[in-house]
Each structure stands twice: as structure tokens, then as C-alpha cells.
């Protein structure tokens, strides 16, 4: 019998980053080439390496907050 997880907690993204996974989905949604390729397109992956580099700005951002309460 297998067990019922909770869903693992997302964090929270600042606007940027936000932003970016928005435009990457919208362009991934009407993509053939997205979704349908293995291979993707060049849009798709540019998008998506803007949203991971937002997403760790982010993380700094976030972590340089936490340190400096101490």
C-alpha cells in the first residue's frame, strides 16, 4: 500500500523570476518545437536559462536578506 506525501513546499519566487517562468511558459505552450522536440527550440532554452538565473538571483537575494538580520 503506498502512502499519501504532502507536496513538497515551492519556494517562493521575487517578481523577476516570476516573470521569466511566465514567458517561458507562455512561448513553451505554443511551441511546437518545445513540445514536440526533443531538442527544444532556441527561444525555449534562452527563456528557460533566464528564468534559472533569475531564480538564483533570487536565492541570493534571499540568502544575503536571512544574513544580514543576524
Known sequence: MS???APVPVPALD???EEAWRAALDHAAG???CWASDEGCKIGSTLLDAYRRAQRESGRASQQQGSSKR
Do not use: L
Open 31 to 33: 511551441c511546437r518545437n
Open 15 to 17: 517578481r523577476a523570476a
Open 3 to 5: 502512502q499519501i506525501r
